[in-house]
């Protein structure tokens, strides 16, 4: 920790009981900066985590051991076996492991995600190939980080942290120089087990084991070596390699980050489309969550084409469109749009008539297609589709994995358009009236949709936001909203909702977003 964060960290933990949450936490930090403006200044979303880790809890995190077998050589490939040893606070879990190396070395990608063998007594296996090579290239001298993160789902105590981590470090020595000029360097954390035994370590001109407290070394039988003991009362079983023993840790990063429901806000309307109105405008953003939709002018479609408001001209221009024109579906591959009327469509200036089908390529996320439903150079309803995905945006970092974990916390069934998601990559697809009611829009939630003032961004733009405020989300049969920035300020009928906290929202509810009012209302479309 650095020495500025970490007195900064000490003065807020001298205040703490231990047992706040982070809401406490983010208060008691910005009374102490009130209290002592000379402090430097740090992020809140490294200060929480730090503060969080220096109290002890009475969850017994499970243990890593990694036996290196061979250890790691430039140039080689090695295949250390992992075994995760779970406690009684995470039996009747079941582990998933994502590996990840900074800088990265060459290593299958299946590797990184490995998977896991139960063993006879209820723990679990996997190994992990990786070469210290770049690009099957030597890799460069120096430090390398290997991360070791695991997430395990079921059901378990609230109080367990469902995702917990471990870094190791890996020092990679310069060849150049001569073996008596080498360094062997294994920094313990104060709960490993350092296991040398039948390791020559006489081709080490120096060899450093940092240990403490209740850290093990094990030296026995090292060549050029007299048999010792350093295990400071403890053993663990000879392996003729490197064995470490790791207490997992909280990922505090990442518990911090997650998403929480918000308690005044526990359960919502169960529906599978609704309406979002922008009060002080009138234009209403119709939701919906169905992996199929029917386009036409029969007001049984699920979104009506008809040309509106009524009048004579629009009636008539009305009468060209079929009563179910298209059928939207979507597919791992991206968005089909089939024809099933007389007169066919119009996509992206090309017509297509009877049976013929196009394909919205997933290829083509964030960028607009025009769709004309009618007779070529006829009176066409003409739309913009836009599929929305911000996989790389930084507000969206990380938050589809926080959503999968929301949705497996709180036990909520995911839409059929989430595992479509997965492949296309789309958060949303926006549908825009091009040459008619052009006040009223319809986003379909694969699964999130940003809400901001961006058009490029968010599935729902509203002049008078921040370029992305919030999300909605849609799981359960329910919509569920949430800020993604702590300087917006979002309420639901009044009540303040924080930063990493979702409303589940109920027809009737007014939502405000800064200074704009949405009304959140039972499916309706303008005029109909």
Same mark, same amino acid.
């Given at each position: 920790?650095?020495?500025?964060?970490?007195?900064?960290?000490?003065?807020?933990?001298?205040?703490?009981?231990?047992?706040?949450? *982070?809401?406490?936490?983010?208060?008691?930090?910005?009374?102490?900066?009130?209290?002592?403006?000379?402090?430097?200044?740090?992020?809140?979303?490294?200060?929480? /985590? !730090?503060?969080?880790?220096?109290?002890?809890?009475?969850? #017994?995190?499970?243990?890593?051991?990694?036996?290196?077998?061979?250890?790691?050589?430039? @140039?080689?490939?090695?295949?250390?076996?992992?075994?995760?040893?779970?406690?009684?606070?995470? *039996?009747?879990?079941?582990?998933?492991?994502?590996?990840?190396? &900074? /800088?990265?070395?060459?290593?299958?990608?299946?590797?990184?995600?490995?998977?896991?063998?139960?063993?006879?007594?209820?723990?679990?296996?996997?190994?992990?190939?990786?070469?210290?090579?770049?690009?099957?290239?030597?890799?460069?001298?120096?430090?390398?980080?290997?991360?070791?993160?695991?997430?395990?789902?079921?059901?378990?105590?609230?109080?367990? /942290?469902?995702?917990?981590?471990?870094?190791?470090?890996?020092?990679? /020595?310069?060849?150049?120089?001569?073996?008596?000029?080498?360094?062997?360097?294994?920094?313990a954390d104060g709960k490993s087990i350092i296991n040398l035994q039948g390791m020559d370590l006489t081709r080490f001109g120096t060899v450093k084991l940092k240990g403490s407290d209740?850290?093990?070394?094990?030296?026995?039988?090292?060549? @050029?070596?007299? !048999?010792?003991?350093?295990?400071? @009362?403890?053993?663990?079983?000879?392996?003729?390699?490197?064995?470490?023993?790791?207490?997992?840790?909280?990922?505090?990063?990442?518990?911090?980050?997650?998403?929480?429901?918000?308690?005044?806000?526990?359960? @919502?309307?169960?529906?599978?489309?609704?309406?979002?109105?922008?009060?002080?405008?009138?234009?209403?953003?119709?939701?919906?969550?169905?992996?199929?939709?029917?386009?036409?002018?029969?007001?049984?479609?699920?979104?009506?084409?008809?040309?509106?408001?009524?009048?004579?001209?629009?009636?008539?221009?009305?009468?060209?469109?079929?009563?179910?024109?298209?059928?939207?579906?979507?597919?791992?591959?991206?968005?089909?749009?089939?024809?099933?009327?007389?007169?066919?469509?119009?996509?992206?200036?090309?017509?297509?008539?009877?049976? &013929?089908?196009?394909?919205? !390529?997933?290829?083509?996320?964030?960028?607009?297609?025009?769709?004309?439903?009618?007779?070529?150079?006829?009176?066409?309803?003409?739309?913009?589709?836009?599929?929305?995905?911000?996989?790389?945006?930084?507000?969206?970092?990380?938050?589809?994995?926080?959503?999968?974990?929301?949705?497996?916390?709180?036990?909520?069934?995911?839409?059929?358009?989430?595992?479509?998601?997965?492949?296309?990559?789309?958060?949303?697809?926006?549908? #825009?009236?091009?040459?008619?009611?052009?006040?009223?829009?319809?986003?379909?939630?694969c699964q999130t949709a940003l809400v901001g003032s961006s058009h490029k961004l968010c599935g729902i733009a509203v002049a008078g936001l921040p370029s992305v405020a919030a999300h909605?989300?849609?799981?359960?049969?329910?919509?569920?909203?949430?800020?993604?920035?702590?300087? $917006?300020?979002?309420?639901?009928?009044? $009540?303040?909702?924080?930063?990493? &906290?979702?409303?589940?929202?109920?027809?009737?509810?007014?939502?405000?977003?800064?200074?704009?009012?949405?009304?959140?209302? !039972?499916?309706?479309?303008?005029?109909?």
């Amino acid at each position: 920790m650095e020495l500025e964060l970490e007195q900064v960290v000490s003065i807020i933990a001298n205040i703490c009981e231990g047992h706040e949450s *982070q809401q406490d936490l983010e208060a008691l930090i910005k009374k102490t900066y009130d209290d002592h403006p000379e402090l430097p200044k740090h992020p809140v979303d490294d200060l929480v /985590p !730090a503060i969080q880790s220096l109290f002890s809890t009475s969850i #017994e995190f499970p243990q890593l051991l990694i036996d290196w077998k061979t250890l790691p050589s430039i @140039g080689n490939q090695c295949t250390p076996q992992f075994l995760l040893v779970l406690t009684d606070d995470y *039996q009747d879990l079941h582990p998933e492991v994502v590996h990840a190396f &900074e /800088p990265s070395f060459d290593c299958a990608t299946h590797a990184l995600t490995p998977s896991l063998n139960k063993t006879p007594e209820g723990h679990w296996e996997w190994f992990l190939p990786f070469a210290l090579t770049q690009n099957n290239v030597d890799c460069r001298p120096g430090d390398y980080i290997l991360t070791v993160q695991i997430k395990f789902t079921g059901n378990s105590s609230p109080d367990a /942290p469902r995702r917990l981590r471990k870094t190791i470090r890996l020092v990679v /020595p310069d060849p150049n120089k001569s073996d008596s000029d080498q360094v062997l360097e294994i920094d313990a954390d104060g709960k490993s087990i350092i296991n040398l035994q039948g390791m020559d370590l006489t081709r080490f001109g120096t060899v450093k084991l940092k240990g403490s407290d209740s850290a093990i070394v094990n030296a026995l039988n090292t060549a @050029g070596e007299e !048999a010792s003991d350093m295990s400071d @009362g403890e053993n663990t079983e000879s392996t003729g390699g490197l064995v470490h023993r790791l207490e997992l840790e909280p990922d505090y990063k990442f518990e911090f980050e997650s998403l929480k429901l918000n308690p005044k806000f526990g359960s @919502g309307s169960r529906v599978k489309h609704a309406s979002l109105r922008v009060r002080d405008t009138g234009n209403n953003i119709v939701l919906y969550t169905q992996s199929q939709l029917r386009l036409g002018r029969s007001r049984d479609a699920e979104l009506v084409t008809r040309f509106l408001p009524r009048s004579q001209e629009n009636d008539q221009d009305s009468r060209n469109l079929s009563r179910v024109h298209v059928l939207f579906e979507f597919t791992e591959d991206g968005l089909v749009i089939r024809n099933q009327s007389s007169s066919g469509f119009e996509f992206n200036l090309k017509h297509h008539e009877q049976d &013929e089908h196009v394909l919205l !390529a997933k290829e083509l996320v964030n960028e607009e297609c025009e769709l004309g439903l009618g007779k070529f150079l006829g009176s066409q309803l003409r739309l913009i589709l836009v599929p929305i995905g911000n996989k790389s945006l930084p507000e969206m970092h990380g938050l589809r994995e926080r959503i999968n974990d929301f949705a497996e916390v709180n036990h909520l069934r995911k839409s059929p358009l989430w595992r479509i998601s997965a492949k296309t990559a789309w958060d949303c697809l926006r549908i #825009e009236r091009q040459n008619n009611l052009e006040e009223e829009e319809y986003v379909v939630i694969c699964q999130t949709a940003l809400v901001g003032s961006s058009h490029k961004l968010c599935g729902i733009a509203v002049a008078g936001l921040p370029s992305v405020a919030a999300h909605l989300i849609y799981l359960g049969n329910s919509f569920f909203i949430g800020p993604t920035h702590s300087s $917006v300020r979002l309420e639901v009928n009044e $009540v303040l909702i924080e930063r990493n &906290e979702l409303a589940a929202l109920t027809i009737g509810d007014v939502i405000k977003i800064n200074d704009v009012d949405f009304e959140f209302e !039972a499916y309706q479309q303008l005029y109909m």
